[in-house]
């Protein structure tokens, strides 16, 4: 693969799909979006939570029947006894929708939260009632990663069904109509670290493919939150995020930048996967699509000042050149006035006119409110700007 850095602001639009920044229940995080048969775009997100670690999260979802104008007001579709996180949505064709998250067990803020039930604070309070809920009963009941399915357009939803990898925006649609959904392996082993699982059944049933092997020096303790696309010829690109905090002079050492992405290919449907290559450049995690003139089009979180949201472009003829990945122009600025770091995990569909639309959680205006769920309108460069 080869880079190119851009460092060009993206002529764009911006708005907002829910925000309540000064609610107790008002953070929002980690979004995605589909664009349904019909037209209408539906974002999923773990909402109407307190922070960005707490024991509220709640999977909500907002729909728009005008290209994302406007919105709905955020609807719970999963509030389970612990706390629900990045959600995914995927158009599984017609009204059919399959739903991604997966929980996590916070009691590590437990001795905060018995400490708080003595506490005369409302907050404080809520903390400690939060946690009551988490027991262990209700963790091995609820732990994992999960998908589930409406028929509906997201009005009603079948059963979870337990899946054994987890990614932030779930898995994707081949040309073939089979998934596939390139993840971390929910129980974190030392051995499998990114695999790819295919389905057959629209989500029912999943079937393990490869694993992407792991760059010269790291662990896989170092690979996170992946999002994979289906090229025109049927080869699969995947782009994954590489941190580990503890880590980050080791990385630097072997010439990667913590909270960056890594690259893998395969061209046998996912059975195997070139090992992981370090693309050079601050940005994660990644969400991959394959734009209807052949670009591909990925979009990252920055979390350097100026904090905000980028994108990087491959194009058709780039990727046929060069042998062994695509090459990209990066550091596409869809926007940089985030108050803070807390942003990021954005993800984007195209829309009918060819502009893509983007969905993201950020602050609005100062990094002591709760975040938001934003999107951005734009649309691809010309060729002789990337």
Not at 241 to 253: F, H, I, M, Y
Not at 265 to 292: E, I, N, V
Not at 314 to 342: F, K, N, Q, V
Request: charged share 20%.
């Amino acid at each position: 693969m080869r880079t190119k850095s851009m460092n060009q602001t993206i002529a764009a639009e911006h708005g907002i799909i829910a925000s309540f920044p000064d609610e107790f229940f008002g953070y929002f995080g980690w979004p995605s979006v589909a664009r349904m048969d019909d037209g209408t775009l539906v974002v999923v997100a773990s909402g109407l939570r307190n922070a960005h670690v707490c024991p509220f999260g709640r999977t909500i979802l907002c729909k728009s029947e005008d290209e994302g104008r406007t919105w709905t007001t955020p609807t719970v579709v999963n509030d389970l006894p612990i706390d629900d996180r990045d959600a995914g949505i995927l158009n599984l064709g017609g009204q059919s929708l399959l739903l991604s998250w997966f929980t996590s067990d916070t009691r590590r803020l437990l001795p905060y939260a018995e400490y708080c039930a003595d506490s005369e604070s409302v907050s404080d309070r809520r903390y400690a009632a939060g946690f009551r809920h988490i027991t262990d009963a209700t963790v091995a009941r609820w732990l994992g990663s999960w998908v589930r399915r409406s028929e509906d357009g997201g009005e009603t939803w079948g059963p979870p069904i337990r899946v054994p990898v987890i990614a932030p925006h779930g898995p994707i649609r081949l040309a073939d109509g089979t998934l596939l959904y390139l993840g971390k392996a929910f129980n974190m082993r030392r051995d499998h670290g990114i695999v790819a699982y295919r389905s057959a059944d629209a989500g029912l049933t999943w079937q393990q493919l490869g694993h992407v092997p792991v760059y010269p020096g790291t662990t896989y303790d170092h690979y996170h939150e992946p999002h994979a696309v289906e090229w025109m010829d049927g080869s699969l690109l995947g782009l994954i995020r590489v941190q580990n905090r503890n880590d980050a002079p080791q990385l630097e050492s072997l010439g990667i930048v913590p909270f960056s992405l890594m690259e893998t290919t395969s061209t046998d449907g996912g059975m195997t996967w070139t090992p992981a290559q370090p693309l050079g450049f601050h940005g994660s995690p990644p969400h991959l699509l394959r734009h209807s003139s052949g670009a591909l089009v990925a979009v990252y979180g920055y979390r350097l000042p100026p904090y905000g949201q980028r994108a990087m472009i491959c194009h058709p003829a780039e990727m046929a050149r060069y042998e062994g990945g695509a090459t990209w122009a990066y550091d596409y600025i869809l926007r940089d006035d985030g108050p803070s770091l807390d942003l990021g995990y954005p993800a984007s569909v195209e829309l009918a006119d060819g502009s893509l639309f983007t969905v993201y959680y950020q602050k609005i205006a100062s990094a002591e409110e709760k975040c938001s769920l934003l999107w951005t309108r734009w649309n691809l460069p010309d060729r002789e700007h990337t």
